[in-house]
C-alpha cells in the first residue's frame, strides 16, 4: 500500500528557512510527478510547487517564486521543498503528493497519492 510521509515542518522564525522531506513506500517515484500543497488556516488547501516526472519541468505558485525550490531524489523515493525568506502567511499543513500525470500539475485533482501534512508556523 502507497504511503507518503512528510518531515521537516516545525515552528520558524519569519526570514528563516526550512527544507520539508517526503518520502514514499509502496510505489516507486520515477514515473510520478510530485508536489506540494498547503493549507493555511481558514483557506483551502493551494497548490504550491510541483516537478514533472518527465522532462523534470519545475512550477511554482507566484507566492513562494523565487525563495522556493522543488528537487527530488528517485533512487531514495523522496521529494523535497526548499522554502527561504519565511513569510507569516506562510504558516500552513504542508502536504506533498504523487500523481500520474505530466501536466496540469497545479490542480490537486491530478494527484493520486497524499501524505498526511506536516504543520509549519511561522512567527513574528
Known amino acids: 500500500q502507497a504511503q507518503l510521509v512528510e518531515s521537516g515542518g516545525g515552528l520558524v522564525q519569519a526570514g528563516g528557512s526550512l527544507r520539508l522531506s517526503c518520502t514514499a513506500t509502496?510505489?516507486?517515484?520515477?514515473?510520478?510527478?510530485l508536489g506540494w500543497f498547503r493549507r493555511s488556516p481558514g483557506k483551502e488547501r493551494e497548490f504550491v510547487a510541483a516537478?514533472?516526472?518527465?522532462?523534470?519541468?519545475?512550477f511554482y505558485t507566484d507566492s513562494v517564486a523565487g525563495r522556493c525550490a522543488i528537487s527530488r531524489d528517485n533512487t531514495n523515493n523522496t521529494v523535497y521543498l526548499q522554502v527561504d525568506s519565511l513569510k507569516l502567511e506562510d504558516t500552513a499543513v504542508y502536504y506533498c503528493?504523487?500523481?500520474?500525470?505530466?501536466?496540469?500539475?497545479?490542480?490537486?485533482?491530478?494527484?493520486?497519492?497524499w501524505g498526511q501534512g506536516t504543520q509549519v508556523t511561522v512567527s513574528s
Open positions: 516537478v514533472a516526472w518527465a522532462g523534470g519541468g519545475r
Open positions: 509502496g510505489i516507486s517515484f520515477s514515473r510520478l510527478s
Open positions: 503528493a504523487a500523481s500520474r500525470f505530466n501536466s496540469a500539475l497545479t490542480d490537486e485533482s491530478r494527484y493520486t497519492y
